[in-house]
Protein backbone atom coordinates (compact mmCIF):
# COMPACT_ATOMS: atom_id res chain seq x y z
CA UNK A 1 0.00 0.00 0.00
CA UNK A 2 2.99 2.19 0.74
CA UNK A 3 4.23 1.94 -3.06
CA UNK A 4 0.44 3.52 -3.84
CA UNK A 5 0.75 6.30 -1.17
CA UNK A 6 3.98 7.22 -2.70
CA UNK A 7 2.72 7.06 -6.59
CA UNK A 8 -0.08 9.40 -5.32
CA UNK A 9 2.19 11.63 -3.91
CA UNK A 10 4.23 11.72 -7.01
CA UNK A 11 0.85 12.85 -9.10
CA UNK A 12 -0.23 15.35 -6.59
CA UNK A 13 3.10 16.81 -4.84
CA UNK A 14 3.49 20.48 -6.38
CA UNK A 15 7.06 20.48 -6.46
CA UNK A 16 6.67 17.08 -8.64
CA UNK A 17 4.03 18.77 -10.82
CA UNK A 18 5.81 21.69 -11.70
CA UNK A 19 9.04 19.25 -12.62
CA UNK A 20 6.62 17.05 -14.86
CA UNK A 21 4.90 19.84 -16.51
CA UNK A 22 8.29 21.83 -16.85
CA UNK A 23 10.26 18.89 -17.90
CA UNK A 24 7.22 17.96 -20.78
CA UNK A 25 6.93 21.50 -22.12
CA UNK A 26 11.07 21.74 -22.13
CA UNK A 27 11.40 18.54 -23.96
CA UNK A 28 8.64 19.58 -26.43
CA UNK A 29 10.61 22.31 -27.48
CA UNK A 30 13.94 20.58 -27.47
CA UNK A 31 12.71 17.57 -29.27
CA UNK A 32 11.02 19.95 -32.06
CA UNK A 33 14.56 21.94 -32.65
CA UNK A 34 16.47 20.37 -35.28
CA UNK A 35 19.98 19.10 -33.88
CA UNK A 36 19.14 19.35 -30.17
CA UNK A 37 17.67 16.11 -30.07
CA UNK A 38 16.40 14.43 -26.37
CA UNK A 39 19.64 13.56 -24.78
CA UNK A 40 20.97 17.48 -25.12
CA UNK A 41 17.79 18.69 -24.35
CA UNK A 42 17.85 16.61 -20.98
CA UNK A 43 21.94 17.45 -20.65
CA UNK A 44 20.80 20.85 -20.62
CA UNK A 45 18.74 20.59 -17.64
CA UNK A 46 20.90 17.96 -15.69
CA UNK A 47 22.94 20.66 -13.61
CA UNK A 48 20.03 22.37 -12.58
CA UNK A 49 18.85 19.10 -10.84
CA UNK A 50 21.63 19.15 -8.88
CA UNK A 51 19.71 20.97 -5.89
CA UNK A 52 16.46 19.23 -6.15
CA UNK A 53 14.26 16.68 -4.25
CA UNK A 54 15.83 13.80 -6.03
CA UNK A 55 12.19 12.49 -7.14
CA UNK A 56 11.62 16.04 -8.75
CA UNK A 57 14.63 16.00 -10.61
CA UNK A 58 14.24 12.22 -11.91
CA UNK A 59 10.59 13.19 -12.80
CA UNK A 60 11.98 16.14 -14.66
CA UNK A 61 14.51 14.57 -16.58
CA UNK A 62 12.05 11.88 -17.39
CA UNK A 63 9.27 14.16 -18.49
CA UNK A 64 11.90 15.66 -21.10
CA UNK A 65 12.21 12.48 -22.99
CA UNK A 66 8.54 11.77 -22.97
CA UNK A 67 7.68 15.11 -24.10
CA UNK A 68 10.69 15.01 -26.71
CA UNK A 69 9.72 12.24 -28.38
CA UNK A 70 6.41 13.88 -29.87
CA UNK A 71 8.35 17.64 -30.09
CA UNK A 72 10.46 15.39 -32.09
CA UNK A 73 7.39 14.05 -34.61
CA UNK A 74 6.82 17.92 -35.40
CA UNK A 75 9.62 19.08 -38.23
CA UNK A 76 9.44 15.20 -39.09
CA UNK A 77 6.13 15.42 -40.37
CA UNK A 78 5.86 19.56 -41.57
CA UNK A 79 8.89 20.13 -43.49
CA UNK A 80 10.83 16.69 -43.63
CA UNK A 81 13.18 17.50 -41.26
CA UNK A 82 13.59 14.64 -38.15
CA UNK A 83 14.83 16.60 -34.82
CA UNK A 84 15.77 13.18 -33.27
CA UNK A 85 16.85 9.71 -34.76
CA UNK A 86 13.60 8.19 -33.09
CA UNK A 87 11.33 10.47 -34.84
CA UNK A 88 13.11 10.03 -38.65
CA UNK A 89 10.47 6.32 -39.13
CA UNK A 90 7.77 9.60 -38.78
CA UNK A 91 8.86 11.32 -41.57
CA UNK A 92 7.94 8.65 -44.41
CA UNK A 93 4.31 8.70 -43.86
CA UNK A 94 4.16 11.88 -41.95
CA UNK A 95 5.24 14.21 -44.39
CA UNK A 96 3.50 12.61 -47.44
CA UNK A 97 0.22 13.06 -45.24
CA UNK A 98 1.22 16.74 -45.09
CA UNK A 99 1.67 17.00 -48.42
CA UNK A 100 -1.77 15.52 -49.05
CA UNK A 101 -3.48 18.32 -46.72
CA UNK A 102 -3.23 16.14 -43.60
CA UNK A 103 -0.49 17.15 -41.76
CA UNK A 104 -3.11 17.62 -38.89
CA UNK A 105 -4.08 14.30 -38.56
CA UNK A 106 -0.72 13.23 -39.19
CA UNK A 107 0.39 15.19 -35.67
CA UNK A 108 -2.48 14.14 -34.40
CA UNK A 109 -1.97 10.66 -34.71
CA UNK A 110 1.17 10.74 -33.40
CA UNK A 111 0.37 12.91 -29.87
CA UNK A 112 -2.17 9.74 -29.36
CA UNK A 113 0.20 7.07 -30.28
CA UNK A 114 3.01 8.86 -27.98
CA UNK A 115 0.39 8.67 -25.36
CA UNK A 116 -0.68 5.31 -25.72
CA UNK A 117 2.96 4.02 -25.57
CA UNK A 118 3.62 6.04 -23.02
CA UNK A 119 1.04 4.70 -20.61
CA UNK A 120 1.78 1.19 -21.68
CA UNK A 121 5.13 1.50 -21.22
CA UNK A 122 4.67 3.19 -17.79
CA UNK A 123 1.80 0.42 -16.88
CA UNK A 124 4.99 -2.36 -17.87
CA UNK A 125 7.89 -0.59 -16.16
CA UNK A 126 5.79 -0.37 -12.69
CA UNK A 127 5.25 -4.08 -12.70
CA UNK A 128 8.28 -4.94 -14.03
CA UNK A 129 11.18 -3.51 -12.75
CA UNK A 130 11.10 -4.37 -8.64
CA UNK A 131 10.53 -7.81 -10.01
CA UNK A 132 13.31 -7.55 -11.99
CA UNK A 133 15.41 -5.82 -9.27
CA UNK A 134 15.25 -9.31 -7.12
CA UNK A 135 17.67 -11.00 -9.01
CA UNK A 136 20.45 -8.43 -8.39
CA UNK A 137 20.30 -8.97 -4.61
CA UNK A 138 22.43 -11.97 -5.76
CA UNK A 139 24.99 -10.33 -7.28
CA UNK A 140 28.30 -10.01 -5.59
CA UNK A 141 31.15 -7.68 -6.24
CA UNK A 142 32.49 -9.87 -9.34
CA UNK A 143 29.02 -10.54 -10.73
CA UNK A 144 28.39 -6.35 -10.89
CA UNK A 145 31.92 -6.03 -11.85
CA UNK A 146 30.75 -8.56 -15.53
CA UNK A 147 27.74 -6.52 -15.09
CA UNK A 148 29.46 -3.32 -15.71
CA UNK A 149 31.60 -4.48 -18.82
CA UNK A 150 28.56 -6.62 -20.37
CA UNK A 151 26.69 -3.39 -20.53
CA UNK A 152 29.98 -1.37 -22.21
CA UNK A 153 30.65 -4.56 -24.64
CA UNK A 154 26.57 -4.67 -25.47
CA UNK A 155 27.23 -1.00 -26.53
CA UNK A 156 29.89 -1.40 -28.13
CA UNK A 157 28.72 -4.24 -29.88
CA UNK A 158 25.87 -2.22 -31.42
CA UNK A 159 27.99 0.35 -32.61
CA UNK A 160 27.05 1.12 -35.92
CA UNK A 161 29.10 -2.32 -36.64
CA UNK A 162 31.88 -0.84 -35.71
CA UNK A 163 33.14 -3.05 -32.50
CA UNK A 164 36.81 -2.01 -32.53
CA UNK A 165 36.02 1.30 -32.56
CA UNK A 166 32.97 1.33 -29.80
CA UNK A 167 35.53 -0.96 -27.49
CA UNK A 168 38.23 2.04 -28.12
CA UNK A 169 35.47 4.37 -26.99
CA UNK A 170 34.47 2.22 -23.90
CA UNK A 171 38.65 2.15 -23.02
CA UNK A 172 38.77 5.76 -23.41
CA UNK A 173 35.77 6.41 -21.28
CA UNK A 174 37.29 4.31 -18.68
CA UNK A 175 40.66 5.45 -18.31
CA UNK A 176 38.88 9.13 -17.89
CA UNK A 177 36.72 7.46 -14.62
CA UNK A 178 39.46 6.93 -13.17
CA UNK A 179 41.10 10.60 -13.20
CA UNK A 180 40.75 11.72 -9.35
CA UNK A 181 42.09 9.51 -6.36
CA UNK A 182 41.91 6.27 -5.75
CA UNK A 183 38.84 4.81 -4.09
CA UNK A 184 41.17 2.10 -2.49
CA UNK A 185 44.48 3.48 -1.75
CA UNK A 186 44.04 6.89 -1.38
CA UNK A 187 46.47 7.85 -4.07
CA UNK A 188 46.19 10.76 -6.99
CA UNK A 189 46.02 9.70 -10.82
CA UNK A 190 45.95 11.65 -13.50
CA UNK A 191 45.59 15.11 -11.66
CA UNK A 192 48.55 16.61 -13.02
CA UNK A 193 48.77 19.02 -9.75
CA UNK A 194 45.06 20.56 -10.21
CA UNK A 195 42.96 20.21 -7.05
CA UNK A 196 39.72 20.51 -8.82
CA UNK A 197 40.97 16.66 -10.12
CA UNK A 198 41.30 15.03 -7.04
CA UNK A 199 37.62 14.51 -7.49
CA UNK A 200 37.47 13.12 -10.22
CA UNK A 201 35.69 14.50 -13.17
CA UNK A 202 32.12 15.11 -13.05
CA UNK A 203 29.46 13.00 -15.09
CA UNK A 204 27.91 16.07 -15.26
CA UNK A 205 30.53 17.60 -17.29
CA UNK A 206 31.33 14.65 -19.73
CA UNK A 207 27.70 14.44 -20.37
CA UNK A 208 27.52 17.95 -20.90
CA UNK A 209 30.43 17.98 -23.30
CA UNK A 210 29.85 14.46 -25.11
CA UNK A 211 26.16 15.51 -25.86
CA UNK A 212 26.25 19.63 -26.09
CA UNK A 213 29.11 20.87 -27.04
CA UNK A 214 29.97 18.28 -29.13
CA UNK A 215 26.60 18.99 -30.94
CA UNK A 216 27.17 22.41 -31.19
CA UNK A 217 30.79 22.13 -33.14
CA UNK A 218 29.42 19.74 -35.65
CA UNK A 219 26.14 21.81 -36.19
CA UNK A 220 29.00 24.59 -36.74
CA UNK A 221 29.49 23.17 -39.72
CA UNK A 222 26.36 22.91 -41.42
CA UNK A 223 24.44 25.50 -43.11
CA UNK A 224 20.70 26.94 -41.68
CA UNK A 225 17.90 25.08 -42.55
CA UNK A 226 16.54 25.75 -45.56
CA UNK A 227 12.66 25.45 -45.14
CA UNK A 228 10.21 27.25 -42.61
CA UNK A 229 7.51 25.38 -40.72
CA UNK A 230 4.26 26.61 -42.18
CA UNK A 231 1.15 26.61 -39.94
CA UNK A 232 -0.37 26.13 -43.06
CA UNK A 233 -2.82 22.96 -42.84
CA UNK A 234 -1.29 21.71 -39.49
CA UNK A 235 -4.32 22.12 -37.01
CA UNK A 236 -4.34 19.16 -35.02
CA UNK A 237 -6.57 16.63 -35.53
CA UNK A 238 -7.29 13.61 -33.21
CA UNK A 239 -8.20 10.50 -34.37
CA UNK A 240 -11.58 9.32 -33.23
CA UNK A 241 -11.78 6.40 -31.36
CA UNK A 242 -13.14 3.75 -34.23
CA UNK A 243 -10.00 5.01 -35.82
CA UNK A 244 -7.71 4.05 -33.17
CA UNK A 245 -8.88 0.40 -32.90
CA UNK A 246 -8.62 0.34 -36.97
CA UNK A 247 -5.38 0.84 -36.07
CA UNK A 248 -4.63 -1.32 -33.16
CA UNK A 249 -2.70 -3.97 -34.71
CA UNK A 250 0.24 -1.79 -36.07
CA UNK A 251 -0.23 0.01 -32.27
CA UNK A 252 0.35 -3.80 -30.61
CA UNK A 253 3.07 -4.75 -32.63
CA UNK A 254 4.84 -1.40 -31.57
CA UNK A 255 4.04 -1.79 -28.05
CA UNK A 256 5.76 -5.26 -28.40
CA UNK A 257 9.08 -3.98 -30.17
CA UNK A 258 9.47 -1.05 -28.10
CA UNK A 259 9.65 -3.01 -25.07
CA UNK A 260 12.24 -5.25 -26.62
CA UNK A 261 14.23 -2.48 -27.40
CA UNK A 262 13.54 -0.70 -24.25
CA UNK A 263 15.18 -3.76 -22.53
CA UNK A 264 18.14 -4.32 -24.98
CA UNK A 265 20.93 -1.85 -24.21
CA UNK A 266 21.90 -0.45 -26.89
CA UNK A 267 18.30 -0.48 -28.67
CA UNK A 268 17.08 2.93 -28.48
CA UNK A 269 13.84 4.57 -29.84
CA UNK A 270 15.17 4.97 -33.65
CA UNK A 271 15.54 1.03 -34.43
CA UNK A 272 12.58 0.22 -32.00
CA UNK A 273 10.28 3.13 -34.51
CA UNK A 274 11.99 1.65 -37.86
CA UNK A 275 11.08 -1.97 -36.65
CA UNK A 276 7.89 -1.16 -36.10
CA UNK A 277 7.24 0.53 -39.58
CA UNK A 278 8.47 -2.76 -41.17
CA UNK A 279 6.41 -5.08 -38.89
CA UNK A 280 3.34 -2.94 -39.37
CA UNK A 281 3.52 -2.55 -43.18
CA UNK A 282 4.47 -6.85 -43.31
CA UNK A 283 1.47 -6.84 -41.26
CA UNK A 284 -1.22 -4.50 -43.09
CA UNK A 285 -3.81 -5.07 -44.90
CA UNK A 286 -2.86 -2.20 -47.24
CA UNK A 287 0.59 -2.63 -47.33
CA UNK A 288 0.62 -0.73 -50.67
CA UNK A 289 -0.42 2.91 -49.13
CA UNK A 290 3.51 2.76 -46.99
CA UNK A 291 5.15 5.49 -48.33
CA UNK A 292 2.63 7.52 -49.61
CA UNK A 293 0.35 8.77 -46.24
CA UNK A 294 -0.75 5.26 -44.62
CA UNK A 295 -1.99 6.32 -41.14
CA UNK A 296 -0.47 3.08 -39.99
CA UNK A 297 2.78 4.18 -40.82
CA UNK A 298 2.69 7.22 -38.48
CA UNK A 299 1.41 5.71 -35.73
CA UNK A 300 3.60 2.43 -35.71
CA UNK A 301 6.51 4.29 -35.01
CA UNK A 302 5.07 7.09 -33.04
CA UNK A 303 4.15 4.48 -30.78
CA UNK A 304 6.72 2.34 -30.26
CA UNK A 305 8.97 5.78 -29.73
CA UNK A 306 6.92 6.78 -26.68
CA UNK A 307 7.09 2.72 -24.93
CA UNK A 308 11.25 2.71 -25.08
CA UNK A 309 11.14 5.92 -23.26
CA UNK A 310 9.41 4.51 -20.57
CA UNK A 311 10.67 0.62 -20.70
CA UNK A 312 14.09 1.39 -21.46
CA UNK A 313 14.07 2.41 -17.38
CA UNK A 314 13.54 -0.98 -16.41
CA UNK A 315 16.73 -2.22 -16.92
CA UNK A 316 18.19 1.37 -15.67
CA UNK A 317 16.51 1.26 -12.85
CA UNK A 318 16.81 -2.79 -11.89
CA UNK A 319 20.85 -2.94 -12.94
CA UNK A 320 22.09 -0.19 -13.63
CA UNK A 321 22.60 -0.40 -17.76
CA UNK A 322 20.65 2.11 -19.32
CA UNK A 323 19.42 1.01 -22.64
CA UNK A 324 19.97 4.10 -24.70
CA UNK A 325 21.59 7.61 -24.29
CA UNK A 326 18.66 9.19 -22.47
CA UNK A 327 18.75 6.66 -19.72
CA UNK A 328 22.10 7.11 -19.70
CA UNK A 329 21.64 10.91 -18.06
CA UNK A 330 19.09 9.23 -15.88
CA UNK A 331 20.85 6.57 -14.79
CA UNK A 332 24.11 9.53 -13.80
CA UNK A 333 21.11 11.85 -12.18
CA UNK A 334 20.73 8.60 -9.97
CA UNK A 335 24.30 8.60 -9.28
CA UNK A 336 23.93 12.34 -8.19
CA UNK A 337 21.66 12.36 -5.93
CA UNK A 338 23.14 9.24 -4.27
CA UNK A 339 20.80 6.41 -5.25
CA UNK A 340 22.14 3.27 -6.60
CA UNK A 341 20.19 1.16 -8.50
CA UNK A 342 18.93 -2.24 -8.20
CA UNK A 343 16.88 -4.25 -5.54
CA UNK A 344 18.46 -1.57 -2.90
CA UNK A 345 16.90 1.54 -4.82
CA UNK A 346 13.11 0.05 -4.23
CA UNK A 347 13.91 -1.23 -0.47
CA UNK A 348 15.90 1.91 0.42
CA UNK A 349 14.01 4.55 -1.54
CA UNK A 350 10.36 3.32 -2.48
CA UNK A 351 9.41 7.28 -2.12
CA UNK A 352 12.04 8.06 -4.81
CA UNK A 353 10.89 5.26 -7.08
CA UNK A 354 7.21 5.17 -7.12
CA UNK A 355 6.66 9.08 -7.01
CA UNK A 356 8.89 9.39 -10.28
CA UNK A 357 6.58 6.38 -11.37
CA UNK A 358 3.54 8.76 -10.34
CA UNK A 359 5.19 11.52 -12.13
CA UNK A 360 6.04 10.22 -15.57
CA UNK A 361 2.11 9.15 -15.65
CA UNK A 362 1.14 12.99 -15.07
CA UNK A 363 3.84 13.89 -17.93
CA UNK A 364 2.13 11.25 -20.52
CA UNK A 365 -0.95 13.37 -19.69
CA UNK A 366 0.59 16.30 -19.87
CA UNK A 367 2.35 15.89 -22.69
CA UNK A 368 -1.02 14.58 -24.80
CA UNK A 369 -2.50 18.31 -22.63
CA UNK A 370 0.42 21.06 -23.88
CA UNK A 371 0.60 19.12 -27.65
CA UNK A 372 -2.93 20.59 -28.06
CA UNK A 373 -1.88 23.71 -27.62
CA UNK A 374 1.60 24.03 -27.74
CA UNK A 375 1.84 23.65 -31.79
CA UNK A 376 1.83 27.59 -32.60
CA UNK A 377 4.63 28.22 -30.28
CA UNK A 378 6.86 25.28 -31.05
CA UNK A 379 6.55 26.29 -35.16
CA UNK A 380 7.09 29.80 -34.09
CA UNK A 381 10.95 28.72 -31.68
CA UNK A 382 11.68 26.23 -34.71
CA UNK A 383 11.38 28.88 -37.42
CA UNK A 384 14.11 30.97 -35.04
CA UNK A 385 17.51 31.91 -36.56
CA UNK A 386 19.96 29.13 -35.59
CA UNK A 387 22.87 31.21 -34.27
CA UNK A 388 20.48 32.53 -31.68
CA UNK A 389 19.81 28.80 -30.26
CA UNK A 390 22.77 27.99 -30.38
CA UNK A 391 23.75 31.15 -28.69
CA UNK A 392 21.20 30.40 -25.72
CA UNK A 393 22.31 27.13 -25.67
CA UNK A 394 26.13 27.59 -24.83
CA UNK A 395 24.46 30.79 -22.03
CA UNK A 396 22.73 27.47 -21.07
CA UNK A 397 25.06 24.96 -20.67
CA UNK A 398 27.74 27.27 -19.37
CA UNK A 399 25.28 28.88 -16.71
CA UNK A 400 24.64 25.44 -15.97
CA UNK A 401 27.67 23.68 -15.62
CA UNK A 402 28.85 26.78 -13.04
CA UNK A 403 26.24 26.55 -10.53
CA UNK A 404 26.58 23.44 -9.75
CA UNK A 405 30.45 24.24 -7.64
CA UNK A 406 30.34 27.86 -8.75
CA UNK A 407 33.71 26.63 -10.80
CA UNK A 408 35.93 28.08 -13.37
CA UNK A 409 37.74 25.25 -13.92
CA UNK A 410 34.46 23.01 -14.80
CA UNK A 411 34.14 25.36 -17.62
CA UNK A 412 37.16 24.74 -19.55
CA UNK A 413 37.10 20.90 -18.73
CA UNK A 414 33.26 21.19 -20.44
CA UNK A 415 34.84 22.70 -23.22
CA UNK A 416 37.99 20.52 -23.69
CA UNK A 417 35.67 17.42 -23.10
CA UNK A 418 33.50 18.75 -25.73
CA UNK A 419 36.72 18.88 -28.44
CA UNK A 420 37.18 15.00 -27.18
CA UNK A 421 33.39 14.75 -28.52
CA UNK A 422 33.87 16.61 -31.69
CA UNK A 423 36.99 14.08 -32.40
CA UNK A 424 35.42 10.98 -31.75
CA UNK A 425 32.43 12.06 -33.87
CA UNK A 426 34.56 13.18 -36.69
CA UNK A 427 36.52 10.52 -37.06
CA UNK A 428 33.10 8.58 -36.94
CA UNK A 429 33.97 6.78 -33.42
CA UNK A 430 30.42 6.09 -31.44
CA UNK A 431 30.63 7.89 -27.86
CA UNK A 432 27.74 6.15 -25.88
CA UNK A 433 30.36 3.67 -25.01
CA UNK A 434 32.30 6.25 -24.04
CA UNK A 435 29.79 8.02 -21.85
CA UNK A 436 28.29 4.64 -20.79
CA UNK A 437 31.68 3.71 -19.46
CA UNK A 438 32.41 7.20 -18.08
CA UNK A 439 29.39 6.89 -15.96
CA UNK A 440 30.20 2.80 -15.02
CA UNK A 441 33.93 3.40 -14.40
CA UNK A 442 33.20 4.03 -10.68
CA UNK A 443 31.22 0.55 -10.36
CA UNK A 444 33.34 -1.41 -12.44
CA UNK A 445 36.86 -0.35 -10.79
CA UNK A 446 35.01 -0.68 -7.29
CA UNK A 447 34.27 -3.89 -7.69
CA UNK A 448 36.86 -4.92 -9.41
CA UNK A 449 39.36 -4.03 -6.76
CA UNK A 450 36.63 -5.44 -4.03
CA UNK A 451 37.10 -8.73 -5.67
CA UNK A 452 40.31 -8.94 -6.20
CA UNK A 453 40.79 -7.92 -2.08
CA UNK A 454 37.97 -10.91 -1.22
CA UNK A 455 40.05 -13.44 -3.25
CA UNK A 456 43.82 -11.96 -2.15
CA UNK A 457 44.21 -11.10 -5.83
CA UNK A 458 43.11 -13.63 -7.43
CA UNK A 459 41.67 -13.13 -10.88
CA UNK A 460 39.71 -16.52 -11.02
CA UNK A 461 37.30 -15.33 -8.73
CA UNK A 462 35.77 -13.74 -12.14
CA UNK A 463 35.36 -17.18 -13.29
CA UNK A 464 34.59 -19.25 -10.09
CA UNK A 465 31.57 -16.86 -9.56
CA UNK A 466 28.67 -18.79 -11.67
CA UNK A 467 26.84 -15.66 -12.53
CA UNK A 468 30.15 -13.70 -13.23
CA UNK A 469 31.17 -16.34 -15.62
CA UNK A 470 28.18 -16.17 -17.40
CA UNK A 471 28.27 -12.32 -17.77
CA UNK A 472 31.77 -12.29 -18.81
CA UNK A 473 30.83 -15.00 -21.32
CA UNK A 474 27.40 -13.25 -22.82
CA UNK A 475 30.08 -10.20 -22.63
CA UNK A 476 33.03 -12.22 -25.35
CA UNK A 477 29.97 -13.08 -27.50
CA UNK A 478 28.41 -9.71 -27.84
CA UNK A 479 31.84 -8.64 -28.95
CA UNK A 480 33.22 -12.05 -31.13
CA UNK A 481 30.30 -12.48 -32.84
CA UNK A 482 30.13 -9.37 -34.94
CA UNK A 483 33.90 -9.06 -35.31
CA UNK A 484 33.51 -12.79 -36.41
CA UNK A 485 30.21 -12.20 -39.08
CA UNK A 486 32.79 -9.26 -40.53
CA UNK A 487 35.89 -11.39 -41.00
CA UNK A 488 33.13 -14.16 -42.56
CA UNK A 489 31.44 -12.04 -45.18
CA UNK A 490 34.15 -9.75 -45.82
CA UNK A 491 31.51 -6.93 -45.75
CA UNK A 492 30.83 -3.67 -43.49
CA UNK A 493 27.58 -3.72 -41.80
CA UNK A 494 25.44 -1.10 -42.31
CA UNK A 495 25.14 2.09 -40.28
CA UNK A 496 22.48 2.34 -37.58
CA UNK A 497 21.11 5.57 -37.23
CA UNK A 498 20.30 5.28 -33.52
CA UNK A 499 24.55 4.89 -32.76
CA UNK A 500 25.86 6.76 -35.46
CA UNK A 501 26.85 10.62 -35.12
CA UNK A 502 25.35 12.79 -34.99
CA UNK A 503 23.80 11.81 -31.97
CA UNK A 504 19.94 12.02 -32.44
CA UNK A 505 17.97 10.70 -29.31
Not at 192 to 211: D, K, R
Not at 478 to 495: D, H, I, K, M, S
Amino acid sequence: MNELYYVWQGMTSPTVLMAAIAGVLWGMCGGALPGISTAIAMSLVLPFTYGMDPSAALVLLGAIYIGSEYGGSIPAILIRTPASGSSAAAVIDGYAMHRQGRGGEALGLSLVGGTIGGLIGLLLLTLSAQQLSKVALFFTPPAYFALGILGISVIASLSSGQVVKGLIAGVLGLMLATVGTDPVSGVTRYTFGYAELLGGIPVIVVMMGMFAISELMIQARERDWPEQVTERSTRLKLPSLRKLWQLRVPQFIAVVLGLIEGLTPGGGGSIAAFMSYNEAKRWSKEPEKFGKGSEEGVIAPETANNVVALTALIPTLSFGIPGTSTAAILLAALLIHGLHPGPMLFSSHPDVVYRLFGGLFVANIGMFVFGLIILSPIIWLVNRPRAFLRAGIFALIFSGIYSVDGSEFDLYLVLAIGVVGYLLRALDFPFLPFVLAVVLGYMIEANYRRSLLISNGDHLVFLQNPISACLLALAAIFVLAPLYRQLRTGRRPAADPATTPPLKG
